[in-house]
Every structure is written in C-alpha cells, then in structure tokens.
C-alpha cells in the first residue's frame, strides 16, 4: 500500500475524478478528508470508502470561500492529528462559458474564484500544515486545455486552468525546500458527469472529439487518479514542479 498513514485531503469529492480518487487512495491505505459542496454527493464517497474499510471523513466546503477552506484544513486536521497531501480536484466548467468577447462577467468572476482562488486558498490553510507534517504533495488539476488552442472556445475555463499551471510552478519553488513538492495533471477529455452532461451529450460533438484522440476512446478517471496516486507517494520524491499531461495522445495529434 503505498499511501499507508498518510491524510489526505480531495476537493470535489462528490463525482467524478474526485469520488474515484477517494476511493483509490483509501485502497491505497490513505485516510481520506473529503470535501464538496455538494454535502450529498461527498458523504455518499465517504460512505463507499467506509464500506470498503478504509477510514475518511467529509467536510462540505465551498473552496471559492476563504472561511469554508479554513473550517475544512482545521477540521481535516483534527481528525487525523497531521495533513500530508492537497489534492485540489475541484472545478467548475459552466456551459455559458464561451469565447471572451461573448462570455458575461459573472462567469468570469465564478470560474475563476472556484478553479483558482479555491487552490489557493487549500494551498494557503493546507500548506503551513503539510510543512508541520514534515513534508507533502501537493496535486492541482488543471487541464490539456490550457496547452492547446480549441476552435470551440471556453475561455474563462482555459485561462483558469492555465492560472493553475503558474500557480503550481510557483508553489514548487516556493516550497520544495520545505518537503513540500507541488504537481499538475493536465487531463484529456474525461468520461465524467462535468463532460457527459452537456458538452459530450450529443453524439455528433462527441464523434469530434473522440476523432482526435489517438487512443480511441475518452479518459476514465482512474487514467488521471493512478497518477495522482504515485505523485502523493514516495516514489515520487523527487517530482517537483511538474506538468503531467495524461490525455491519450490529444496534445499530440497535429493530424
Ligand atoms: N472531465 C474532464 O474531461 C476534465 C478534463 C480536464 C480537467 N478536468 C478537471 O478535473 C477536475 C474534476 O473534474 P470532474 O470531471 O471529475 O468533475 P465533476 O463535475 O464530475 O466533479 C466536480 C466536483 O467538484 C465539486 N465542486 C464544484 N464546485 C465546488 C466548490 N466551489 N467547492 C467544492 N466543491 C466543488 C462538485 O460538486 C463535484 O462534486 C476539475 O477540476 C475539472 O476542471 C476535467
């Protein structure tokens, strides 16, 4: 198991990526600290992770809201006596996103304040508390669309995630000389309720998408949870500052 005794703290714990990576990283013997602010949503991972025998607890938390991100650190921390792993899964990807002279500011002002304040504000309360551990990782997801240009544009989206790249980088330097690395995962297109639900929900747009992906099929989340595993491990100690694109070869594909 090669997350034994380590607490480990999973935004967006409800769905997606994040309900998968709660689940393997307590597989992995890792004691989980959900949080979402969906309190249904998170509980029920919380509850499978139990089920499974692994030991975790959930905190609802909106990460856009400093007090909400403060209550989950102290609590998360609490439970377990230490923090060793951030795992800043949360995002939003609303489908009035658009290209940027369309898009309204309050889309702006939300995705922005979600998919960047809200690392930050984890990285603000949880940082001080994986350096008093005596180290720890720190795992942002960004996304492949903050490395490539899309004629389909969701541009509030993309610069966030492409915040989250600098942000990452700069958190590596920042602390990597206090044991605490910082790593980014960019994913590829992700078969998740986010994607599914509208941008994927017609089967011509997601014939586009599926051509471009050299692997042939979509991302499943445990694509994107098995690295994240191996960042928050021991095998990755000396991984500092990185951007790990796990896409299926999109990136790639010029033709
Ligand atoms: N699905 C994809 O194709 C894809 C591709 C690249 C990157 N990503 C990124 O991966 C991450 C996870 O995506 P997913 O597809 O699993 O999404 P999802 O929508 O299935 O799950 C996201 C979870 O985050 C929670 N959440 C939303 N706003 C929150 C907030 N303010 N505070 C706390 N929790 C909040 C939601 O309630 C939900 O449970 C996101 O950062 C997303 O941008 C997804």
Not at 73 to 90: C, I, Q, R, S, W
Not at 109 to 124: E, H, I, M, T
Not at 188 to 206: D, F, N, V, Y
Request: include cysteine.
């Amino acid at each position: 198991m090669r997350l034994q005794g380590r607490n480990c703290l999973i935004t967006g714990a409800g769905s997606g990526m994040g309900r998968v990576a709660c689940l393997a990283f307590a597989r992995e013997g890792a004691r989980i600290i959900g949080a979402d602010v969906d309190a249904a949503a998170g509980e029920q991972t919380l509850t499978s992770v139990r089920k499974e025998g692994g030991e975790g607890v959930f905190v609802q938390c909106d990460v856009s809201r400093e007090a909400d991100v403060s209550r989950l650190v102290a609590e998360g921390t609490k439970a377990f006596g230490a923090l060793h792993v951030l795992y800043n899964n949360a995002g939003i990807f609303p489908e009035k996103d658009g290209s940027v002279v369309g898009a309204d500011e309050a889309v702006w002002d939300r995705v922005f304040a979600v998919n960047v304040k809200g690392v930050a504000l984890v990285c603000k309360h949880g940082i001080p508390e994986l350096m008093r551990a005596g180290g720890g990782s720190v795992i942002n997801i960004a996304s492949f669309v903050a490395l490539v240009g899309c004629s389909v544009a969701q541009d509030a989206y993309t610069a966030s995630k492409g915040a989250v790249l600098a942000l990452t980088k700069s958190l590596a330097v920042q602390f990597g000389p206090k044991g605490v690395r910082a790593n980014a995962i960019c994913p590829g297109p992700i078969e998740t309720p986010l994607l599914m639900q509208w941008l994927l929900r017609e089967p011509a747009e997601k014939a586009k998408r599926l051509n471009r992906i050299p692997m042939g099929r979509f991302g499943r989340p445990e694509d994107i949870v098995a690295l994240a595993v191996h960042l928050a491990s021991d095998d990755a100690s000396w991984t500092n500052g990185g951007v790990f694109v796990v896409d299926g070869g999109i990136t790639s594909n010029y033709f």
